[in-house]
């Protein structure tokens, strides 16, 4: 079976371009890998570099097309969740009833509606770290980001077909008006001021999302074996959250791009 390269524009900021290139054998992820440059080409070069390299590095076995259909690749699967901590843990010494013989007598009763004593306290479970905080709520007017876009638009000289094909490319659905969520309308515009004129809507870099970048960290950090906590405390180290919600895309994509260099690093 043959491989298939697909390649993602992730991020255009000033003179920074990052690509995202990954190989596909069917429908059987084989690895990905991230690349830095300024200009998209000279990004796309390295993150294929990488990505050659670690295949040969780590060969993946390709299923013959007579076997069953292929399943995705297991570094997309969702990590499993945390277990949560139990209030009180299980070797917590439990009050052995008192007889009447053994009570202290040199005390009197409590008056009643008086409680003689506090429960002991719950021991409050740690949050994992993907549930420490929620990310930044979407701005209600998008009106100046729109604007943008539409001159974007004129200069890449799209009208509504054109920009339809790229929306369904991009998003699933060819209507700029169902994009519900600032991050997308956020990446829909980065990648199109990325894009030089004239562009071809069939065939340009489309952006990745937010769920694309979680899905490519979750792949690096089983490719680097980290357990939670480990990872934890690398983006608490490297960026000074304790969440990967905590982080806008841009510091996602960041925090993607650190993965990339200790897995280099690991692999040296």
Same mark, same amino acid.
């Given at each position: 079976?043959?491989?298939?390269?697909?390649?993602?524009?992730? *991020?255009?900021?000033?003179?920074?371009?990052?690509?995202?290139?990954?190989?596909?054998?069917?429908?059987?992820?084989?690895?990905?890998?991230?690349?830095?440059?300024?200009?998209?080409?000279?990004?796309?070069?390295?993150?294929?570099?990488?990505?050659?390299?670690? &295949?040969?590095?780590?060969?993946?076995?390709?299923?013959?097309?007579?076997?069953?259909?292929?399943?995705?690749?297991?570094? *997309?699967?969702?990590?499993?969740?945390?277990?949560?901590?139990?209030?009180?843990?299980?070797?917590?010494?439990?009050?052995?009833?008192?007889?009447?013989? +053994?009570?202290?007598?040199? *005390?009197?009763?409590?008056? $009643?509606?008086?409680?003689?004593?506090? $429960?002991?306290?719950?021991?409050?479970?740690?949050?994992?770290?993907?549930?420490?905080?929620?990310?930044?709520?979407?701005?209600?007017?998008?009106?100046?980001?729109?604007? *943008?876009?539409? @001159?974007?638009?004129?200069?890449? +000289?799209?009208? @509504?077909?054109?920009?339809?094909?790229?929306?369904?490319?991009?998003?699933?659905?060819?209507?700029?008006?169902?994009?519900?969520?600032?991050?997308?309308?956020?990446?829909?515009?980065?990648?199109?001021?990325? &894009?030089?004129? $004239?562009?071809?809507?069939?065939?340009?870099?489309?952006?990745?999302?937010?769920?694309?970048?979680?899905? +490519?960290?979750?792949?690096?950090?089983?490719?680097?074996?980290?357990?939670?906590?480990?990872?934890?405390?690398?983006?608490?180290?490297?960026?000074?959250?304790?969440?990967?919600?905590?982080?806008?895309?841009?510091?996602?994509?960041?925090?993607?791009? &650190?993965?990339?260099?200790?897995?280099?690093?690991?692999?040296?």
């Amino acid at each position: 079976m043959s491989m298939e390269l697909r390649v993602q524009l992730v *991020h255009a900021d000033g003179q920074v371009r990052v690509v995202h290139v990954s190989a596909y054998a069917g429908e059987q992820l084989l690895g990905s890998a991230l690349g830095e440059a300024p200009d998209a080409e000279a990004a796309e070069d390295r993150a294929l570099q990488r990505l050659m390299a670690r &295949l040969a590095a780590t060969p993946v076995q390709v299923p013959p097309a007579s076997a069953a259909a292929p399943t995705t690749a297991v570094i *997309h699967s969702p990590p499993p969740p945390a277990p949560i901590p139990s209030p009180i843990p299980s070797d917590h010494p439990q009050p052995q009833p008192v007889s009447a013989a +053994q009570a202290p007598t040199e *005390h009197p009763a409590a008056p $009643p509606g008086e409680a003689t004593s506090s $429960p002991p306290a719950p021991i409050a479970a740690t949050p994992a770290p993907e549930a420490a905080a929620e990310p930044p709520a979407d701005p209600e007017d998008w009106s100046s980001e729109l604007l *943008h876009l539409d @001159r974007e638009l004129q200069r890449l +000289q799209w009208g @509504r077909a054109e920009e339809e094909v790229y929306l369904q490319r991009a998003f699933g659905h060819p209507s700029r008006n169902r994009l519900t969520s600032y991050a997308d309308l956020l990446a829909y515009l980065r990648a199109v001021e990325a &894009l030089g004129s $004239p562009a071809d809507p069939a065939a340009a870099a489309v952006p990745m999302r937010r769920q694309d970048l979680l899905s +490519q960290c979750d792949a690096l950090l089983r490719q680097l074996g980290w357990p939670r906590e480990r990872a934890r405390q690398f983006l608490e180290s490297q960026l000074q959250v304790s969440s990967r919600q905590q982080l806008s895309d841009q510091d996602l994509l960041q925090f993607n791009l &650190l993965l990339e260099g200790e897995l280099l690093a690991a692999g040296a």
